[in-house]
T-cell receptor, first 114, second 112 residues
Framework: ETGVTQTPRHLVMGMTNKKSLKCEQH?????MYWYKQSAKKPLELMFV???????ENNSVPSRFSPECPNSSHLFLHLHTLQPEDSALYLC?????????????FGSGTQLSVL | SQQGEEDPQALSIQEGENATMNCSYK?????LQWYRQNSGRGLVHLIL?????REKHSGRLRVTLDTSKKSSSLLITASRAADTASYFC????????????FGRGTSLIVHP
């Protein structure tokens, strides 16, 4: 185990549903990330939080809404998604030590939008 | 924008053979990292090499970095069926936000 836990592992939702993805890290890290992984495409950075403050928003549509209540928890709230949003959503954390930013990933949530 | 690009996209070898994957990037880096991903799972960090380093080893893994050519290679020696996975390079750009940027990955299949 990497110390980063994501739930649920699989999620199927309709385009009108509202759901949330959860990520929790037990590593004492200060930065948390959401990445999207679609088939045949590079990992896409979505959001970054450092000490609970959002520091990166990579032009993500507003139907994805992140929340970081503390340094250990990260949520991704989903609403009115499109079928092209189907992907593996990965959460990661890092110490946020400058110049040594290796990431620790969770197992991901496989999302299917019908 | 995408920074690292792995080559080849797919690699199929027999158990016991060596596997070599390459990564090319476009701008100056602070460090370069290699990750492994088993199907449908998260990525696992393998090794980090800094811009002032040329070679690092970890077990059966050997990573080289050539900053003049803006390229890196990952060598897995004496491969095993359990090495079957996708391998990604990620670059941390100099003077940037220190967030790793990933390529599309190399899919490695090791046949028993």
């Amino acid at each position: 185990e990497t110390g980063v836990t994501q739930t649920p592992r699989h999620l199927v939702m309709g385009m009108t549903n509202k759901k949330s993805l959860k990520c929790e890290q037990h590593l004492g890290h200060n930065a948390m990330y959401w990445y999207k992984q679609s088939a045949k495409k590079p990992l896409e950075l979505m959001f970054v939080y450092n000490f609970k403050e959002q520091t990166e928003n990579n032009s993500v549509p507003s139907r994805f809404s992140p929340e970081c209540p503390n340094s250990s928890h990260l949520f991704l709230h989903l609403h009115t998604l499109q079928p092209e949003d189907s992907a593996l959503y990965l959460c990661a954390s890092s110490p946020r030590d400058l110049g040594d930013e290796k990431l620790f990933f969770g197992s991901g949530t496989q999302l299917s939008v019908l | 924008s995408q920074q690292g690009e792995e080559d080849p996209q797919a690699l199929s070898i027999q158990e016991g053979e060596n596997a070599t994957m390459n990564c090319s990037y476009k701008t100056s880096i602070n460090n370069l990292q290699w990750y492994r991903q088993n199907s449908g799972r998260g990525l696992v960090h393998l090794i980090l090499i800094r811009s002032n380093e040329r070679e690092k080893h970890s077990g059966r893994l050997r990573v080289t970095l050539d900053t003049s050519k803006k390229s890196s290679s990952l060598l897995i020696t004496a491969s095993r069926a359990a090495d079957t996975a996708s391998y990604f390079c990620a670059t941390v750009i100099s003077g940037g936000s220190y967030i790793p940027t990933f390529g599309r990955g190399t899919s490695l299949i090791v046949h028993p």
